[in-house]
T-cell receptor, first 115, second 113 residues
Framework: DTGVSQDPRHKITKRGQNVTFRCDPISEHNRLYWYRQTLGQGPEFLTYFQNEAQLEKSRLLSDRFSAERPKGSFSTLEIQRTEQGDSAMYLC?????????????FGEGSRLTVL | AQSVTQLGSHVSVSEGALFLLRCNYSSSVPPYLFWYVQYPNQGLQLLLKYTSAATLVKGINGFEAEFKKSETSFHLTKPSAHMSDAAEYFCAVTHTGGFKTIFGAGTRLFVKA
């Protein structure tokens, strides 16, 4: 059984460039989450999907950010016109079940550095 | 809206000693509460969770947490620290009406030999 995988693990880009991160959840998991984590802080909720439907978005997710989960399996998080403040670890997590009492299974994250 | 406060961004403990990591939550509806651990360069892993059953929750590797509604707390304890416990610990809350999990800022645990 493979866990949640994220790609790339590290990305260095110049300000103004676009970047895309991919998350492959555990195969039977229907809910998928994106979080952002900066140094010394806990994960901040960005958005989550139930199958292919994006059900909630944080106001942290500005119009430069877009997330998709087109077939209810893998998900992508795109950041357009990156800014230095976007530098962070982007975490993906997945879970299953009809209730919200289950644990979130996290990937190892994609670290973004914007120069 | 729910929120989580972890008192103490850093805690230092001697190997073999008991330690307690503090978590207070705010939620207008009954919460579900979680403790996760993060080792360097790894994703978060669940230690234990409270989902309205027993208020004293036992997790992996000897960790425990007690849900105290009157104090809105869910502190994490372990009777004897090991060097391998050195990591960052996050308290998290999900309320019964939604699917969004909110995390605290984390507490980094240092274990001294």
């Amino acid at each position: 059984d493979t866990g949640v995988s994220q790609d790339p693990r590290h990305k260095i880009t110049k300000r103004g460039q676009n970047v895309t991160f991919r998350c492959d959840p555990i195969s039977e998991h229907n809910r998928l989450y994106w979080y952002r984590q900066t140094l010394g802080q806990g994960p901040e909720f960005l958005t989550y999907f139930q199958n292919e439907a994006q059900l909630e978005k944080s106001r942290l997710l500005s119009d430069r950010f877009s997330a998709e989960r087109p077939k209810g399996s893998f998900s992508t998080l795109e950041i357009q016109r990156t800014e230095q403040g976007d530098s962070a670890m982007y975490l993906c997590a997945s879970t299953t079940g009809e209730t919200n009492t289950g644990e979130l299974f996290f990937g190892e994250g994609s670290r973004l550095t914007v120069l | 809206a729910q929120s989580v406060t972890q008192l103490g961004s850093h805690v230092s403990v001697s190997e073999g000693a008991l330690f307690l990591l503090r978590c207070n939550y705010s939620s207008s509806v009954p919460p579900y509460l979680f403790w996760y651990v993060q080792y360097p360069n790894q994703g978060l892993q669940l230690l234990l969770k409270y989902t309205s059953a027993a208020t004293l929750v036992k997790g992996i590797n000897g960790f425990e947490a007690e849900f105290k509604k009157s104090e809105t707390s869910f502190h994490l304890t372990k009777p004897s620290a090991h060097m391998s416990d050195a990591a960052e610990y996050f308290c998290a809350v999900t309320h019964t009406g939604g699917f969004k999990t909110i995390f605290g800022a984390g507490t980094r645990l240092f274990v001294k030999a």
